[in-house]
T-cell receptor, first 109, second 114 residues
C-alpha cells in the first residue's frame, strides 16, 4: 500500500471548516483513499473513502487531486466533538489497513 | 454503529497466564480482524479471518493465535501473556477485502499484563 504523509497536528475554530491534507504521491491506480478518525480511547471510526472522484457524505467531503497524489478531508462545520486523530489510509485489496500516526485535530471553542 | 462487541473491555493479568479476548458481531460480515494499538505505533494488524475456520497472520502475529468457529465470533488468544502484550486490542469487521469495503471497529479491550 502507498505511504501517506499528514501533518502531526492542526487547530480549528468551532463552527469553521476543518481542512485536513494528506499526501500519497506513490498511490497506484487501484488503491483507494480512506479516512478514519479516532476519538480518545475509542475504536477508529470510518469517515469516507474515494478512488478518483470527490465524495461527500453526512460527515465530511473528500477532495482528491486529479493526479491522485494528494487529498483533503473537509469537515464543513467543526464541533468540539470532532476533536480526534484523523488517519488518511491508502489501500488496495490486501485485507489490511496501515494506520500511520495521523493528524491530531483540535477544535477550539 | 456496526454491531460489534468486545469482551472483556478491561483485563489485568499476570505474566505467563493464558488470555482470550472475544469479538462478537451481529452484521454477518465475512471478514474479521484483530489489531493492537500502542503509543508511537498506531494500529497494527495481528491476525485476520476471511471466513469460518479461515485465518491468516498479520504483521505482529507472534505470541498470538486466533480461532473462528462461527461467523459471528473471532477469538484472540495469548497462550502465555507477556508484559510486551500490554496494549489496547481492537476488533474490526468488513464485508469485503479492505481495498473495496469499509472496516468497522469495536470499542476495544484494554489489557494489562503485570
Amino acid at each position: 500500500d502507498a505511504k501517506t504523509t499528514q501533518p502531526t497536528s492542526m487547530d480549528c475554530a468551532e463552527g469553521r471548516a476543518a481542512n485536513l491534507p494528506c499526501n500519497h504521491s506513490t498511490i497506484s491506480g487501484n488503491e483507494y483513499v480512506y479516512w478514519y478518525r479516532q476519538i480518545h480511547s475509542q475504536g477508529p471510526q470510518y469517515i469516507i473513502h474515494g478512488l478518483k472522484n470527490n465524495e461527500t457524505n453526512e460527515m465530511a467531503s473528500l477532495i482528491i487531486t486529479e493526479d491522485r497524489k494528494s487529498s483533503t478531508l473537509i469537515l464543513p462545520h467543526a464541533t468540539l466533538r470532532d476533536t480526534a486523530v484523523y488517519y488518511c489510509i491508502v489501500t488496495g485489496s490486501n485485507y489490511k489497513l496501515t494506520f500511520g500516526k495521523g493528524t491530531l485535530l483540535t477544535v477550539n471553542p | 454503529d456496526a454491531g460489534i462487541t468486545q469482551s472483556p473491555r478491561h483485563k489485568v493479568t499476570e505474566t505467563g497466564t493464558p488470555v482470550t479476548l472475544r469479538c462478537h458481531q451481529t452484521e454477518n460480515h465475512r471478514y474479521m480482524y484483530w489489531y493492537r494499538q500502542d503509543p508511537g505505533h498506531g494500529l497494527r494488524l495481528i491476525h485476520y479471518s476471511y471466513g469460518v475456520k479461515d485465518t491468516d497472520k498479520g504483521e505482529v502475529s507472534d505470541g498470538y493465535s486466533v480461532s473462528r468457529s462461527k461467523t459471528e465470533d473471532f477469538l484472540l488468544t495469548l497462550e502465555s501473556a507477556t508484559s510486551s502484550q500490554t496494549s489496547v486490542y481492537f476488533c474490526a469487521i468488513s464485508d469485503g477485502p479492505s481495498g473495496t469495503d469499509t472496516q468497522y471497529f469495536g470499542p476495544g479491550t484494554r489489557l494489562t499484563v503485570l
